[in-house]
Nanobody, 121 residues
């Protein structure tokens, strides 16, 4: 079992930055790939970013490339999402997920409760 807890969301003006954190309870955190997803009001959850076990390989949705950076600290069982140059359309609840493969991450059983990010124009 893996329990995930996100933090770091909030209200920020367009152009601002936020860093999200997700702490995992798993003893074997380093054996999980990790990812971030978002869900805007009235829309389905969508992929934002993912990172492999070592942190050496990362993936991003086109909408966030060049603005968001995913990273992980296996010693702290934590994955981060640094979000820069935020736009109003980034407003959503952000969830972290843990899985055994990046391809199957969206189908993972392990999700956090989410943290709200609101970007004002």
């Amino acid at each position: 079992q893996v329990q995930l807890a996100e933090s770091g969301g909030g209200l920020v003006q367009a152009g601002g930055s936020l860093m999200l954190s997700c702490v995992a309870s798993a003893r074997t955190f380093s054996s999980y790939v990790m990812g971030w997803f978002l869900q805007a009001p009235g829309k389905e959850r969508e992929f934002v970013s993912a990172i492999n076990w070592t942190g050496g390989i990362t993936y991003y949705a086109d909408s966030v490339k060049g603005r968001f950076t995913i990273s992980r600290d296996n010693a702290r069982n934590t994955v981060y999402l640094q979000m820069n140059t935020l736009k109003p359309e980034d407003t959503a609840v952000y969830y972290c997920a843990a899985g055994r493969s990046i391809a199957a991450l969206s189908e993972s059983h392990y999700w956090g409760q989410g943290t709200q990010v609101t970007v004002s124009s």
